[in-house]
């Protein structure tokens, strides 16, 4: 039982991280097509941190 478990939570791990790189590949696209309001919004993230 344990076994199953971590081998679910390693997955769940993995396709965690391949959804990161997506949003990441996604995000760099999008700035790098509308680079100013990428700009703007990371400074407004920078000023509400």
Same mark, same amino acid.
């Given at each position: 039982?344990?076994?199953?478990?971590?081998?679910?939570?390693?997955? $769940?791990?993995?396709? $965690? $991280?391949?959804?990161?790189?997506?949003?990441?590949?996604?995000?760099?696209?999008?700035?790098?097509?509308?680079?100013?309001?990428?700009?703007?919004?990371?400074?407004?993230?920078?000023?509400?941190?």
């Amino acid at each position: 039982m344990r076994g199953i478990f971590a081998e679910r939570s390693f997955k $769940l791990r993995i396709s $965690l $991280l391949w959804a990161l790189e997506i949003a990441q590949g996604l995000a760099s696209w999008t700035q790098y097509r509308s680079f100013e309001f990428s700009r703007a919004r990371l400074n407004s993230v920078k000023h509400f941190f």
